[in-house]
Antibody
Framework: QVTLRESGPALVKPTQTLTLTCTFS??????????VTWIRQPPGKALEWLAL???????YYSPSLKTRLTISKDTSKNQVVLTMTNMDPVDTATYYC???????????????WGQGTLVTVSS | EIVLTQSPGTLSLSPGERATLSCRAS???????LAWYQQKPGQAPRLLIY???SRATGIPDRFSGGGSGTDFTLTISRLEPEDFAVYYC?????????FGQGTKVEIK
């Protein structure tokens, strides 16, 4: 059974760095083809893809946020970490992590999602 | 970067009616790389359709996807009460993923 769970601060101040952790089970990021991604959704707005990391430690970022994002993995802990620097109130959103299986018929789409974590940016 | 534009923004229909949602891309999308997700309030999105027309595991056959190139559609043949939700299209290309702005299907 595949599960993902996001964790991190619910509130950050402007200019601070946000660190979010995705802890997953039911698959391994050391398995060829496996990937974990981060997606966010401001309240009442659309989904926005942020970053993705694959089993081979290749990393992909949204061009508009690339300078502020870093994605990394700890395979032994089954975790993926996203950091976003210089947070602003417009970054207030629910942040989701999700899985992509490169050897599944559903590739390149996201077949399992976490419940999301709401991050509010406010002083 | 490919921009996806969904229409209409909101679709007001009654249970039992047919829903047709549109997703238009700013450039041609490889059909294999076009997906649809359903999101209900307070929930994470759920993969509905991948490869433009293939249903994900457990998705009822009243959901169908079609289209190619720059124009794609999601059709719900007969709306059930649990189908009232927001639907997003999503594409992949050049190591980037983008989503449309969503279509809300609401009860009339």
């Amino acid at each position: 059974q595949v599960t993902l769970r996001e964790s991190g601060p619910a509130l950050v101040k402007p200019t601070q760095t946000l660190t979010l952790t995705c802890t997953f089970s039911g698959f391994s990021l050391s398995t060829s083809g496996m990937c974990v991604t981060w997606i966010r959704q401001p309240p009442g707005k659309a989904l926005e893809w942020l970053a993705l990391i694959d089993w081979d430690d290749d990393k992909y970022y949204s061009p508009s946020l690339k300078t502020r994002l870093t994605i990394s993995k700890d395979t032994s802990k089954n975790q993926v970490v996203l950091t976003m620097t210089n947070m602003d109130p417009v970054d207030t959103a629910t942040y989701y992590c999700a899985r992509m299986d490169g050897y599944s018929s559903t590739w390149p789409n996201f077949d399992y999602w976490g419940q999301g974590t709401l991050v509010t940016v406010s002083s | 970067e490919i921009v996806l534009t969904q229409s209409p923004g909101t679709l007001s229909l009654s249970p039992g009616e047919r829903a047709t949602l549109s997703c238009r891309a700013s450039q041609s999308v490889i059909s294999s790389y076009l997906a649809w997700y359903q999101q209900k309030p307070g929930q994470a999105p759920r993969l509905l359709i991948y490869g433009a027309s293939s249903r994900a595991t457990g998705i009822p056959d009243r959901f169908s996807g079609g289209g190619s190139g720059t124009d794609f559609t999601l059709t719900i043949s007969r709306l059930e009460p649990e189908d009232f939700a927001v639907y997003y299209c999503q594409q992949y290309g050049s190591s980037l993923w983008t989503f449309g702005q969503g279509t809300k299907v609401e009860i009339k």
